[in-house]
């Protein structure tokens, strides 16, 4: 039998007990309010204004027109297949393969609905299968897993099927098929731009008002396609070249642009058009609130240091790695091996900064799919 006075003490064992419990979760909130680990009170709207009006739009309306460029000289070219042309048509194909490092980035949004990259650069290309298209006169070009369109192919049109600027002016002539075929790629490029341009018009307001860090939101997008992206510099036009995913067995023919000799700069390019998207830069070249400040803003550190000043730092290093290599990168991955290495593994540190540190401290997943390890 269980008496009164037992029966009270209990009671008031358990109220001491709840009120404790309660303190501490109360306190433990309080905590998770101003904890530098997540993103929840930061002010995120302004930061995404930037991004879509002043750093993506403008990215993609000056890709656009240099594209237009392109397309022009190209026609000129396929009409008229003379040597002026083709010196005119091969300028804005390294011009506009240049700019395209600054807008490859944006495969989210309209840029998803045409298979972004996959459309303008699929590289390396597969030159057998494009031949027998020219023979056969197919031109799909639906495929994202096809490696026979975009810039890859003018790079190929334009330099490779001869080793002289007479070959490739006689193959253009005695066979118009090559005429054919480049005019259908550069129209599929040109429909899938304009599509992605008028669609970003509509979209823009719907991307800055996803104020949220969860997945599909604007903030995890960004997030996401840097580190897509980067990953992609660092594998595909660096890694895989390099031999260093094949047990040290070179593949200089995989390299970007492998015809005109363009990989590195290209390479450049991408890395400086990253940092800048981390950084939050305008097109104009003025600072905007990016990534950057939200890292400084919640206090991340990495080791006692800013993660930000970490992230900024390694891009500086991914970048004199790659200026370190001085031939072309399809002689450097024989001739000047460890300058290529040094830089893969230069670019391999910041993945560490960028897809793990990063959206730990953001509370922001990472979502997209990326078959190799991040090891490689």
């Not at 066979?175 to 040109?190: C, E, P, Q, S």
């Not at 897509?228 to 031999?243: A, F, L, T, V, W």
Request: glycine fraction near 6%; charged fraction near 25%.
């Amino acid at each position: 039998m269980i008496t009164p006075h037992l029966s009270k003490f209990r009671l008031i064992a358990v109220f001491c007990v709840l009120t404790i419990v309660g303190f501490l979760s109360s306190c433990k909130d309080d905590n998770q309010k101003f904890t530098p680990s997540c993103i929840s009170e930061y002010d995120i709207s302004p930061l995404l204004v930037n991004y879509a009006d002043e750093i993506i739009i403008p990215r993609l309306e000056s890709y656009d027109k240099q594209f237009d460029e392109c397309y022009q000289e190209g026609e000129n070219f396929i009409d008229n297949p003379q040597l002026e042309n083709l010196i005119q048509f091969r300028m804005e194909y390294i011009a506009v393969y240049k700019l395209w490092q600054t807008v490859s980035a944006f495969s989210f949004g309209p840029g998803e609905d045409v298979f972004w990259v996959s459309s303008f650069n699929n590289f390396p290309l597969n030159e057998s299968k494009v031949l027998l298209d020219v023979q056969d006169g197919k031109m799909d070009f639906s495929s994202p897993d096809d490696y026979n369109k975009g810039l890859p192919l003018l790079d190929f049109f334009l330099y490779g099927l001869s080793d002289s600027e007479e070959g490739i002016l006689d193959s253009f002539s005695i066979n118009n098929a090559y005429g054919i075929y480049t005019k259908a790629v550069l129209d599929d490029m040109d429909k899938k731009l304009d599509d992605v341009i008028g669609n970003w018009q509509s979209y823009a307001n719907e991307f800055k008002q996803k104020t949220g860090t969860t997945d599909g939101q604007s903030i995890n997008l960004l997030v996401n396609t840097l580190n897509k992206d980067y990953e992609y510099i660092k594998r595909n036009k660096i890694g895989i070249p390099s031999g260093v995913l094949s047990l040290g067995f070179t593949n200089p023919r995989e390299v970007e642009s492998y015809h005109s000799g363009q990989s590195l700069e290209l390479a450049k390019t991408a890395i400086q058009s990253s940092k800048d998207l981390f950084l939050g830069t305008k097109f104009d070249g003025t600072d905007g609130e990016g990534l950057e400040e939200i890292l400084r803003s919640i206090g991340a550190d990495k080791n006692g240091v800013s993660l930000a000043d970490v992230i900024i730092n390694q891009y500086g290093i991914a970048l004199e790695r790659i200026n370190a290599i001085e031939e072309t990168l399809q002689e450097s991955v024989d001739d000047d091996k460890q300058n290529v290495i040094d830089a893969y593994n230069a670019l391999s540190e910041q993945v560490i900064y960028l897809k793990s540190d990063m959206p730990s401290v953001m509370c922001i997943p990472i979502t997209y799919v990326d078959n190799p390890s991040d090891s490689d």
